[in-house]
């Protein structure tokens, strides 16, 4: 069903760069609207998924208003979504510099309202749990690489997202992986 | 090492996502940042407008003390400058309010094209005079200004320009940019009609305006 979900996006994404433009040329808030609209909601996840909740926010908002600021940067950028993630990438490495203080989310916060599970639901709850947990555990230069491509991006888009070059990118993406499943499996046999 | 397996890789994609999934959302963010963008977009206009002026005229307003220092100018060319004047923006489609503004700019259009088939010098009591404008106006070095005598008129929002003296020669200096802030501030207290400098970059951009003392057109 999210491969689904995923799949639907794909072409709006591609289709946005023209409300971009659209927003560029006219300066209509309008156009803007509809790519807050369409991308907001992915966006603030893929932050708080990284950071607390308050800063993804905080850094969502901001990565908004930097887009009307540079939207004259916006041409030679190519793909909007691309573009929004690096603007909001950026935004939250400055944010994690000023705060320092660990602002990862704890999964067990956010996933223990549910009433009165199955077995196997609690079984499911606890292994995307322990993926949390994991996840958290990353170096945050992989826990962004690993997250852009699993948020859909090419290793060249993560490449200029993240600012790094591709084979570096690779590098941190197959340690993320394995750091990942390594973990797991450590919890899976507790 | 070794990679991981495909099926590893989909259940950690899987994994991710339902993480993601299971995050809370914040309903009133898009609210906010919709309130918040257009706020933004709102207050972009009123810059757009002095910019499309600025990037239409692409010269500047000079003083009595201008007038004065363009006759202690060095009669001896040591620059030519013309190859780096800009071409003035297309005056069509522009707002009906902005008429009398694209009509000036048009009879300037030429007027600048004949003045800088010529070189042209700068004095260097010209070049001081400049630059403690710059010392109280502005904050960037090395951007390029032009300078023509005209007057300046405020008409609400609208900055229109009237180009008074059509032989003065266009000049060109370096200069920094000014505080918007502080240029926005200056222009609300601007009395109708009165005579200001104004100093605009090769970018289009009003650099800076100072007040001068003189009362209309020489």
């Given at each position: 069903?999210?491969?689904q979900?995923?799949k639907?996006l794909?072409?709006l994404?591609?289709?946005?760069?023209d409300?971009?433009?659209?927003?560029?040329d006219t300066?209509?808030a309008k156009?803007?609207?509809?790519?807050?609209?369409?991308h907001?909601?992915e966006?603030?996840?893929?932050?708080?998924?990284?950071?607390?909740?308050?800063?993804?926010?905080?850094?969502?908002?901001?990565?908004?208003l930097?887009v009307i600021?540079?939207?004259h940067?916006?041409?030679?950028?190519?793909?909007?979504?691309a573009?929004?993630y690096?603007i909001?990438?950026?935004?939250m490495?400055d944010?994690?510099?000023?705060?320092?203080?660990?602002?990862t989310?704890e999964l067990?916060e956010?996933?223990?309202d549910?009433l009165?599970?199955?077995t196997?639901?609690?079984?499911?709850?606890?292994?995307?749990?322990?993926f949390r947990?994991?996840?958290n555990?990353?170096?945050i230069e992989?826990?962004e690489a690993i997250?852009?491509?699993?948020?859909?991006?090419?290793l060249?888009e993560i490449?200029?997202?993240?600012?790094?070059?591709?084979e570096t990118v690779?590098?941190?993406?197959?340690?993320a992986?394995?750091?990942?499943?390594?973990?797991?499996?450590?919890?899976?046999?507790? | 090492?070794?990679?991981?397996h495909?099926s590893?890789?989909q259940k950690?994609?899987?994994?991710?996502?339902?993480?993601?999934q299971q995050?809370?959302?914040?309903?009133?963010l898009?609210?906010?940042i919709l309130q918040?963008?257009?706020?933004e977009v709102?207050k972009?206009p009123?810059?757009?407008q002095?910019?499309?002026i600025?990037?239409a005229?692409?010269?500047?307003?000079?003083?009595?003390?201008?007038?004065q220092?363009s006759q202690?100018?060095n009669?001896?060319?040591?620059?030519d400058?013309s190859s780096?004047?800009?071409q003035?923006t297309?005056?069509?489609?522009?707002p009906?309010?902005?008429?009398?503004?694209?009509?000036?700019i048009?009879?300037l259009?030429?007027?600048?094209?004949?003045?800088t088939?010529?070189?042209?010098?700068?004095?260097?009591?010209?070049?001081q005079?400049l630059f403690a404008?710059?010392?109280?106006?502005?904050?960037k070095?090395n951007s390029?200004v032009?300078?023509?005598?005209a007057q300046?008129?405020?008409?609400?929002?609208q900055?229109?320009?009237?180009f008074?003296?059509?032989?003065?020669?266009?000049q060109?200096?370096y200069?920094?940019?000014l505080?918007?802030q502080e240029q926005?501030?200056f222009?609300?207290?601007?009395q109708?009609?009165?005579?200001v400098?104004?100093?605009?970059s090769?970018d289009?951009?009003?650099?800076?305006i100072s007040?001068?003392?003189?009362?209309?057109?020489?």
């Amino acid at each position: 069903m999210i491969t689904q979900a995923l799949k639907t996006l794909l072409p709006l994404a591609s289709g946005s760069k023209d409300e971009m433009k659209l927003f560029v040329d006219t300066g209509q808030a309008k156009w803007l609207h509809i790519l807050v609209k369409r991308h907001q909601d992915e966006l603030y996840k893929f932050l708080s998924h990284q950071i607390s909740c308050e800063l993804a926010a905080d850094v969502t908002q901001k990565t908004w208003l930097k887009v009307i600021e540079n939207k004259h940067k916006y041409q030679s950028q190519g793909e909007f979504r691309a573009w929004l993630y690096q603007i909001a990438r950026n935004l939250m490495i400055d944010e994690l510099r000023k705060n320092k203080a660990d602002n990862t989310n704890e999964l067990s916060e956010l996933v223990s309202d549910k009433l009165v599970p199955s077995t196997d639901e609690l079984a499911h709850q606890q292994q995307i749990r322990d993926f949390r947990q994991a996840f958290n555990q990353l170096p945050i230069e992989q826990r962004e690489a690993i997250s852009l491509q699993f948020e859909g991006f090419s290793l060249s888009e993560i490449a200029q997202i993240t600012q790094y070059p591709i084979e570096t990118v690779k590098t941190r993406i197959r340690y993320a992986k394995q750091k990942l499943q390594g973990l797991l499996a450590e919890k899976n046999d507790e | 090492m070794n990679d991981l397996h495909n099926s590893d890789e989909q259940k950690l994609k899987k994994l991710y996502q339902q993480s993601k999934q299971q995050l809370p959302n914040d309903e009133l963010l898009t609210q906010r940042i919709l309130q918040a963008t257009d706020k933004e977009v709102r207050k972009r206009p009123m810059q757009k407008q002095w910019l499309a002026i600025a990037a239409a005229v692409l010269v500047a307003v000079l003083t009595v003390d201008m007038i004065q220092w363009s006759q202690n100018l060095n009669s001896s060319p040591t620059s030519d400058y013309s190859s780096s004047v800009v071409q003035l923006t297309p005056i069509n489609d522009l707002p009906a309010d902005q008429v009398v503004i694209a009509k000036e700019i048009a009879q300037l259009e030429a007027f600048i094209q004949s003045a800088t088939a010529e070189s042209l010098t700068l004095s260097e009591g010209f070049n001081q005079h400049l630059f403690a404008y710059q010392s109280q106006y502005m904050q960037k070095p090395n951007s390029i200004v032009y300078a023509v005598a005209a007057q300046i008129r405020v008409s609400g929002e609208q900055l229109v320009i009237h180009f008074c003296d059509k032989e003065t020669k266009v000049q060109k200096f370096y200069a920094n940019k000014l505080d918007r802030q502080e240029q926005q501030q200056f222009l609300a207290k601007l009395q109708q009609a009165q005579m200001v400098t104004v100093y605009l970059s090769t970018d289009g951009k009003v650099t800076a305006i100072s007040p001068n003392q003189q009362q209309q057109c020489s």
